[in-house]
C-alpha cells in the first residue's frame, strides 16, 4: 500500500478515484455515505478503489460491501 504524506481521520471511510495519471483519495464520516459516493463514481464510468474504515494503523472493513458493487 502506498504511504501517505498527511494524516487521515480516524473513523472515516475511505476509496480512490483514478483519473488520468491522478489519484484522488475521497473520504466520508459514515459507511452509508461513503458506500453512496462510491457507487455515485461508478455508476459515471470512474475507477474507483475502496480502501475502508482507518483506524490509525490500517485499514479495516477493506471488503466492499456485496450490495455496493457495480450497478
Given at each position: 500500500m502506498k504511504k501517505f504524506k498527511y494524516r487521515l481521520g480516524e473513523g472515516k471511510y475511505y476509496f480512490n478515484i483514478?483519473?488520468?495519471m491522478q489519484t484522488i483519495l475521497v473520504s466520508r464520516k459514515?459507511?452509508?455515505a461513503a458506500i453512496g459516493a462510491y457507487k455515485k463514481y461508478l455508476s459515471v464510468g470512474?475507477?474507483?478503489e475502496w480502501?475502508?474504515?482507518w483506524n490509525g494503523k490500517e485499514f479495516t472493513e477493506s471488503n466492499?460491501?456485496?450490495?455496493a458493487g457495480k450497478s
Open positions: 483514478v483519473s488520468g459514515e459507511k452509508a470512474k475507477t474507483c480502501l475502508g474504515k466492499m460491501p456485496a450490495t
